[in-house]
């Protein structure tokens, strides 16, 4: 979705409300991004307000099942009109108005673009899926091991030892490395 700044400035109050409704290619979002946006020009630029949502399904990150998630992002882009050309030193401190975009050349602002940015940007990094959540899956010999009424540190194993790691239990006693296992 594409807008004229020069067709936005025609505009009466300068201001436009568009129902945004795309398929964005962001990862893990399932539903088209709805929302309501507000384009307002001013002398200083562009301002784009508004609320979008989504479906995302994710991967907990603790036991690793799929789930559902509702993404809704509150979006407040301002964006400054006039040449994007300005030539910075590299060797100096940045400030907090340093920060911030330009209306492009073309006067076409990729409204599209905005929103998949906001989209990308609230996404969740660390994903749980709730607090009933059962946590890691628990390796198949601990589940054996629960079943019985030994635990896995309580029991020797059985399994048997690399030859190139024999000669390292005549190192210990059999004493001290069952306090240092």
Not at 124 to 149: T, Y
Not at 163 to 171: A, F, G, M, S, Y
């Amino acid at each position: 979705m594409q807008i004229n700044v020069d067709e936005l400035n025609e505009m009466p109050l300068r201001r436009i409300r568009l129902d945004f409704n795309e398929m964005l290619d962001v990862d893990d979002v399932v539903k088209p991004v709805v929302g309501e946006l507000f384009l307002q020009a001013s002398g200083a630029g562009v301002v784009v307000t508004g609320t979008v949502q989504t479906l995302l399904k994710l991967n907990c990150h603790s036991c690793l099942r799929p789930f559902f998630s509702s993404l809704s992002v509150d979006i407040d882009e301002q964006l400054a009109s006039g040449t994007n050309q300005t030539a910075h030193p590299r060797d100096r401190e940045l400030n907090k108005d340093d920060f911030f975009e330009f209306v492009p050349d073309s006067g076409i602002l990729d409204i599209s673009d905005i929103v998949y940015q906001a989209v990308t940007l609230a996404s969740p990094v660390f994903c749980r899926c709730g607090a009933d959540c059962p946590g890691p899956p628990k390796p198949e010999k601990a589940l054996a091991a629960e079943g019985s009424a030994v635990s896995m540190s309580d029991s020797e194993d059985d399994s048997p030892i690399d030859p190139r790691w024999e000669n390292l239990k005549t190192l210990f006693s059999k004493q001290e490395s069952g306090e240092n296992s």
